[in-house]
């Protein structure tokens, strides 16, 4: 941990700012509590608005924070909460596009400098996806500054018209940075963990995220049929909850997949160091949190060469084609009958972990983005 410094100079009164979320992405609400956490203990008065399922879900209260509980919508009773929130702000940060949507109209006819992040790109298709351009437009318009989680974001922000589009630094929350990333007793753990899963005597691979179509879940169904001729035959964990789920489950059921749901679990950790693999079969997405814990705990990833996956894993994962299910299953037919491939990506996966931001460097990144926003505070 590097030395706390304050940003409550004498004669000045403490930097206020309003951190706005949608509350959706848990991607972006774990960074917004690991920041609460940092920007609190350097003296920065921070201020949550975000909906009160978050709060208690990430404690931003418990990090020091002020909360404002403001629903997910855009709607004038929203945006009048968030616009009286943010009266003393000295600068406004979302992360997120509907939570920058929110914090330009609440900022409508002020001076308020806004920092926006891309945490991820939003999906979707036909008209949907026409009027989620014109937000990004309007969004990054109105930035003063875009930090973007990838370069692909942060160029698609320039092409939007950002004025100002920066890489942003993003740490994994709490993730621990040496190669002893596993539980204290593995040789305890996994067995229970295994047989909880019903995967002892077989390979267990994990999959981590909410059940809706970018997932690729659709993908990872279709590479499962072709590990039933296994010996023995592999068991497919998804952790996760979503629309999809009822879709998913008759499918398992119909084809006879070796695949289980198990909803929501809050011991991933616990899950992924007895998994033999993690799987990530999404397409498109930014910085996925499981390749990032897959690596931290020496678990060889197989994911889609799509999104910010290969500038984030580099050459410590079995990257495939997007949507292509053969290529996938024959991907981790072959890691399963290589040990030694599965150590090298292991060893890797640590070397690469070893290079991303950490939590520290995140909120000093931030820091010096305020410190260039923001003018010396009069005492008050």
Known sequence: MTPVSSHSPLGQSPLRTVQVLGGGHAGSSAHVRSLTSGLVARGVRVTVCAPVEADHTYDFTGAGAEHVHVPRSSDPASVAVLRQACTTADLVHAHGL???????????????????????????????????????????????VVLGTTSALVDRARRTGARDARLAAVALPGARRTPAAEPEDPDRLRPKVRAELGSTGRPLLMAVGSLDRPRGYDTLLDAARAWRRLDPVPLVVIAGEGPLRAALQQRI????????????????????????????????????????????????????????????????????????????????????????????????????????PTEDETVAQVLSVYDELTQPRPFI
């Open 98 to 144: 509907h939570a920058s949507f929110r914090a330009v109209l609440a900022l409508s006819g002020r001076r308020t400098p806004l920092i926006v992040t891309w945490h991820d790109r939003a999906h979707a298709e036909g008209a949907r996806a026409h009027f989620l351009r014109l937000l990004e437009r309007r969004v990054v318009k109105a930035a003063t």
């Open 253 to 356: 059921e119909e084809e006879g997949l070796p695949v289980r749901l198990v909803g929501r679990r809050d011991d991933i950790a616990d899950l992924l160091a007895a998994a033999d693999l993690a799987l990530l079969p999404s397409s498109g997405e930014a910085r996925s949190v499981l390749a990032q814990e897959a690596l931290h705990a020496r678990v060889p990833l197989v994911a889609t060469d799509s999104g910010g996956i290969p500038e984030l894993v580099g050459d410590a994962a079995e990257l495939v084609p997007p949507g292509d299910a053969e290529a996938f299953a024959d991907a981790v037919v072959r890691l399963l009958g290589d040990p030694g491939r599965q150590e090298a990506l292991r060893d890797k996966g640590v070397r690469q972990a070893a290079t991303w």
